[in-house]
């Protein structure tokens, strides 16, 4: 791919997240008050943090991979689940990502 195609995209793809982002602000504020489109709004945040977190945990180059990622996000999730403090969520997961691949885990 040449440089200029690669600069038109980024200036498409920027633009199209500038008029995303205008479009938001300018819709009235009463429709974004409705319960249904607040509870929408938050449900869709949830899964796309959700596929994002299972697609770079499980994939690798397209192929699903079962590695120490997936034994340190469990362990990252059970620290969320007792309230944890996000410093020691994210070293418990690196201890457990560690002590996994030192064990010969892939």
Not at 56 to 83: C, F, K, N, S, Y
Request: glycine share 4%; proline share 6%.
């Amino acid at each position: 791919m040449s440089p200029l195609v690669t600069w038109v995209a980024i200036v498409v793809a920027s633009a199209v997240c500038f008029a995303l982002k205008l479009a938001g602000h300018l819709v009235p504020k009463h429709w974004l008050a409705e319960p249904r489109v607040a509870r929408t709004a938050a449900l869709v945040t949830v899964a796309l943090l959700s596929a994002l977190v299972a697609v770079q945990a499980a994939t690798r180059g397209g192929e699903i991979v079962l590695d120490a990622r997936l034994p340190a996000l469990v362990v990252a999730a059970v620290a969320l689940v007792l309230r944890a403090p996000f410093v020691v969520v994210v070293v418990l997961a690196a201890v457990t990502a560690a002590v996994l691949r030192a064990l010969g885990m892939p």
